[in-house]
């Protein structure tokens, strides 16, 4: 079906995927935490721009909130657990009123991608 050449680049580029898998493998991932979280959209706002300001990787996840507290959304903010005591100095440098408006979670993300 295939020549002697192209069976040895196939078994080279097997090869070569081979060594790309172990080197990544070694990297950690599903690493993120859940930082802090806030109903108050202005508050995320300052955040956002202080996390952007010092090159903080970020996402955020949005949870509705029950009946009762109708039209507030939670807003949780999720970084790299390598960043976590950076992004935590910087929203407490953000002022007692920002701080007034955040609770602390510092857990694991529950979301799994793999």
């Not at 859940?34 to 300001?53: P, S, Y």
């Not at 949870?63 to 009762?68: A, D, E, S, T």
């Not at 949780?76 to 910087?90: F, G, H, M």
Request: hydrophobic share 40%; aromatic share 8%; with cysteine.
């Amino acid at each position: 079906m295939y020549g002697p050449v192209a069976a040895e680049n196939i078994k080279s580029l097997e090869l070569e995927m081979t060594a790309m898998q172990t080197e990544y493998t070694k990297v950690k991932v599903n690493n993120e935490i859940e930082l802090c979280e806030t109903v108050d959209m202005e508050v995320k706002k300052l955040i956002e721009r202080a996390l952007l300001q010092n090159r903080i990787s970020y996402y955020i996840k949005w949870h509705k909130q029950g009946i009762f507290k109708h039209g507030r959304n939670l807003c949780v903010i999720c970084v790299n657990d390598n960043s976590r005591n950076e992004a935590e100095e910087l929203i407490h440098a953000l002022g007692d009123e920002v701080a007034d408006k955040v609770r602390f979670l510092m857990r694991r993300s529950e979301e799994s991608y793999f």
